[in-house]
């Protein structure tokens, strides 16, 4: 493991996102499951840290919580198969895809791009990073959130459409995948809005005691 990727955030030139890859969520939107990936992109200015606050745009009121499994790239990759894909990645890290759902719905209904909606300052707080050896991808991470002490949303990466290796290898065909890049795979079934003073508590857990918790004010 590149010692750097500690600091995948510094160096970060890509957070790359997957929309609707778990199809419970997929159906709560009133969305289509995917035949292929859906893929979009936020800027690295998105990033928020513990204890930043994340911070709701004067003019927004209809912030939205997405807990998503992240994945960090090591080794830059380009058109790799998915039998490839795991030599490429340096580890993982939890993190949350905030989204102004109206917003989003509006720039849908109009087939325009949701990068604002989902790209402003503050949009992916993100936790430590978790180096690769401590998560296999045959097994089955737990991904959690909460808002003020109330579950809202659980979910098994065992149900995304597309695995991770999948993706990988769905991505790298068009975008080239560097050092330090992320990849949020998708939300799981239960997103739902954030007031400002809400409290956002997530968590991960998995196999040989992986256990994982970050928490994050709305301001
Ligand atoms: C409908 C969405 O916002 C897509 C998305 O980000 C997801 O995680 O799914
Ligand atoms: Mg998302």
């Avoid at 790359?16 to 499951?33: D, F, K, P, Q």
């Avoid at 894909?85 to 895809?97: H, K, M, Q, R, V």
């Avoid at 579950?151 to 068009?174: C, E, N, W």
Wanted: overall charge negative; some cysteine.
């Amino acid at each position: 493991m590149a010692d750097s990727l500690k600091n995948f955030r510094s160096i970060c030139k890509k957070i790359i996102a997957v929309g609707r890859n778990y199809s419970e969520h997929a159906s709560e939107l009133g969305n289509t499951v995917p035949t292929k990936p859906i893929i979009f992109m936020k800027p690295t200015t998105a990033f928020v840290t513990e204890p930043n606050d994340i911070r709701i745009p004067a003019d927004w009121d209809e912030l939205h919580h997405e807990v998503e499994f992240g994945v960090i790239i090591d080794k830059q990759c380009q058109n790799v198969s998915k039998e490839e894909a795991e030599a490429s990645i340096g580890g993982y890290c939890l993190a949350l895809d905030m989204t102004e759902r109206n917003l989003q719905n509006e720039l849908k209904d109009q087939g325009l791009p949701w990068l604002l909606s989902k790209g402003f300052d503050t949009s992916c707080p993100c936790g430590d990073f978790i180096p690769k050896e401590k998560i296999s991808l045959s097994s089955s991470v737990n991904l959690w959130l909460n808002v003020n002490g109330n579950r809202k949303q659980s979910g098994h990466t065992r149900d995304m459409i597309f695995s991770v290796p999948d993706l990988i290898a769905y991505i790298s065909k068009y975008i080239t995948l560097e050092h330090g890049d992320l990849i949020l795979t998708g939300t799981p079934a239960g997103v739902g809005p954030v007031r400002r003073g809400d409290l956002i508590e997530a968590g991960m857990e998995g196999e040989h005691d992986l256990k994982y918790l970050m928490k994050f004010n709305v301001a």
